[in-house]
């Protein structure tokens, strides 16, 4: 009991810790105009901060996810279901998983669009499919999230962000995520293209990794035109 009061506390702290650092970064986009009238510095300043907590972020992540995950062979179906679930997590990166029979290992390799790169060693455990863990960590559910633009308020796409995710907080990562989106190599090809840096575009082209990271998910790529219900009569 007392292992699972511990992991709950920690993964409530995680998710608190996800809502301080948007919030932080909130917080610089306004008043570092403020603090300084040379925009191009305050911009370097929030640019260099946010990268610098994304980065730590991925890479606790990522290191977590190794510490946890648990194969039970070097079977061909075990490594692709390693790798769907750090293309869940990581869905921008270059993901090459190596085998090692001798070693009975797998070497993880994960190369971000950022031109960030983890490695990481994974053993196998012929058990791990019949063990059970009596630490269970909380699970939020995702709840609705409909999101309009300020000229078309009529026009709304249904998105889902955590349950324990405020509505300020959801809008501040999905601000967070459409930017790194148009920064990353996929985005710039698409301006390069002449595809249109909207939020349509976006919300249509971002990979559902990017979203599930920050707490987001997709539930439709196309914008659903709010329906006006008519009130029954009354007799």
């Known amino acids: 009991m007392l292992h699972k009061i511990a ?9 608190a810790k996800k809502g301080n650092e948007a919030q932080l970064l909130d917080l610089l986009k306004r008043v570092l105009p ?3 009238h040379d925009a191009q510095l305050a911009g370097k300043i929030y640019q ?16 977590k996810f190794c510490s946890k995950v648990e194969v039970p062979d070097l079977e061909p179906k075990s490594v692709m ?3 769907r679930q750090l293309t869940a997590s990581f869905g921008d990166g270059d993901i090459t998983i190596k085998p090692n029979k001798k070693e009975q290992t797998l070497t993880v390799e994960v190369a971000l669009t950022d031109g960030s790169q983890f490695s990481s060693e994974i053993k196998v455990n012929p058990n791990a499919s019949a063990e059970t863990s009596d630490e269970q ?4 559910k995702f709840i609705p999230f409909p999101v309009c633009l300020p000229g078309d308020k009529e026009l709304v796409w249904m998105l889902a962000k955590r349950e324990n995710m405020t509505p300020e907080e959801a809008a501040i990562a999905l601000a967070k995520i459409e930017e790194d ?33 920050l707490g ?13 219900l008519r009130t029954l009569e009354k007799r």
């Open 81 to 83: 279901e390693l790798k």
């Open 7 to 15: 992991s709950n506390f920690k993964t409530m702290k995680k998710e």
């Open 137 to 140: 960590e909380i699970v939020f």
């Open 34 to 36: 403020k603090a300084t």
């Open 181 to 213: 989106f148009w920064a990353s190599k996929t985005g710039q090809k698409l301006i390069r293209d002449r595809v249109e840096k909207s939020f349509p575009e976006f919300i249509a082209r971002a990979p559902g990794g990017m979203l599930s990271e």
């Open 216 to 228: 987001l998910k997709r539930h439709y790529k196309l914008p659903e035109a709010i329906k006006s």
């Open 48 to 63: 260099a901060i946010e990268s610098e907590l994304k980065a730590k972020a991925r890479v606790t992540a990522f290191e």
